[in-house]
């Protein structure tokens, strides 16, 4: 089983930045990928941004030019950096890991923009 504790999140005004983290433990073998989604109240979880062990990076277009994600792979860690917030990106923001029988979602961080 694994387990994964996200933190980083909070309150911050337009313009801010703030930087995600999760960290994966227990048992695993290989990680294919890790991801960070968020929901806003009322909406569909989405996916923000996606690491892929082989590489490729990908981002959803809302974030792009002012999310990056990365991974410390020998920490078995995502991190999520946040610049440039807008109210919009106001949601609860969720690090899911998919690997070798795994695909875990961690419990959520809150992030709030205020105007």
């Known amino acids: 089983q694994v387990q994964l504790v996200e933190s980083g999140g909070g309150l911050v005004q337009v313009g801010g930045s703030l930087r995600l983290s999760c960290a994966a433990s227990g048992k695993i073998f290989t990680i294919y990928a890790m991801a960070w989604y968020r929901q806003a109240p009322g909406k569909q979880r989405e996916l923000v941004a996606v690491?892929?062990?082989?590489?490729?990076?990908n981002y959803a277009a809302s974030v792009k030019g002012r999310f990056t994600i990365s991974r410390d792979s020998a920490k078995n860690t995502a991190y999520l950096q946040m610049n440039s917030l807008k109210p919009e990106d106001t949601a609860v923001y969720y690090c899911?890991?998919?690997?070798?029988?795994?695909?875990?979602w961690g419990q959520g961080t809150q992030v709030t923009v205020s105007s």
């Open positions: 690491i892929n062990s082989n590489g490729p990076i």
């Open positions: 899911n890991v998919v690997g070798t029988g795994v695909n875990s």
